[in-house]
């Protein structure tokens, strides 16, 4: 494993400019109450990249305000999609909740995104039981995606790359060598060893983005229903992954819009 670790160290360091730290409680609008466990759901990002330009955004439409603008690649095809445009706003085409859940991958060169992305697959069935889509994001381009996609497999058509970490940055999500490597909360990789063995069977060194400043960027986990962000978890170090059952919990509590 520390053979694995050593293959995610960055050759070229980026500085994070900092922001203030954030610990409110991220609560449904108009559920008429908090669902559990959301002040544990809500990691709030203190540092992110300058490009950010201001603090992550809090429950409510400033988030999907802030998307305005941002497009992803399908790994499938290439082509450049609106953010925005992968879910409806108003009316979910999907579900009566309109629910969708934004999994934000650190990039496909990760193994620890492997393992996310295999938990992920595994469980979409149980969001979709639940009337919400499951999206995935990575950085890299569309090309390393599709390498995540081939090894594991993962379904082409739920996943998207983010060269430029555009996404990342309108969200808050921590970027910088120290949440990389020397968190906390990354020694959580360590009790997941079998799982991440497991889900890395055909794992490819490749798919890591040629900017190598974008293996420094941490994931994080997004609830929306239409244009309203319900819930956010922000990774604080590489592996620490939000954990699915509770999102899947939250999918299952919200009502419909």
């Given at each position: 494993m520390a053979t694995a670790v050593s293959l995610c160290l960055p050759r070229v360091l980026h500085t994070s400019a900092p922001r203030p730290s954030f610990h409110r409680r991220v609560s449904v609008q108009g559920?008429?109450?908090?669902?559990?466990?959301?002040?544990?759901?809500?990691?709030?990002?203190?540092?992110?990249?300058?490009?950010?330009?201001?603090?992550p955004p809090e429950a409510g439409t400033a988030a999907w305000d802030s998307l305005g603008g941002v497009s992803v690649f399908a790994a499938g095809t290439g082509d450049a999609v609106p953010l925005r445009d992968l879910w409806d706003p108003s009316e979910c085409y999907f579900c009566e909740q309109g629910v969708v859940v934004v999994a934000l991958l650190r990039h496909f060169g990760c193994f620890c995104c492997w393992e996310l992305a295999s938990d992920l697959k595994k469980s979409m069935p149980k969001f979709e039981s639940a009337g919400a889509k499951l999206i995935a994001i990575g950085v890299g381009t569309s090309d390393k995606a599709r390498i995540l996609a081939d090894g594991l497999p993962f379904p082409v058509d739920s996943l998207?790359?983010?060269?430029?970490?555009?996404?990342?940055?309108?969200?808050?999500?921590?970027?910088?060598?120290?949440?990389?490597?020397?968190?906390?909360?990354?020694?959580?990789?360590?009790?997941?060893?079998?799982?991440?063995?497991?889900?890395?069977?055909?794992?490819?060194?490749?798919?890591?983005?040629?900017?190598?400043?974008?293996?420094?960027?941490?994931?994080?986990?997004?609830?929306?229903?239409?244009?309203?962000l319900l819930y956010a978890w922000r990774d604080e170090g590489t592996g620490d992954h939000a954990p699915l059952d509770d999102f899947l919990g939250i999918c299952r509590q919200v009502p419909a819009a």
């Open positions: 559920a008429g109450a908090t669902l559990p466990d959301a002040r544990r759901l809500c990691r709030r990002s203190s540092a992110v990249s300058a490009a950010a330009g201001a603090s998207y790359a983010d060269p430029e970490r555009k996404a990342y940055d309108v969200l808050g999500l921590y970027h910088g060598l120290g949440r990389t490597l020397f968190s906390p909360a990354s020694s959580k990789i360590y009790s997941r060893l079998d799982s991440i063995k497991e889900a890395t069977k055909n794992y490819k060194l490749k798919g890591t983005p040629a900017d190598l400043t974008g293996i420094m960027q941490q994931g994080g986990m997004f609830v929306f229903r239409g244009k309203e």
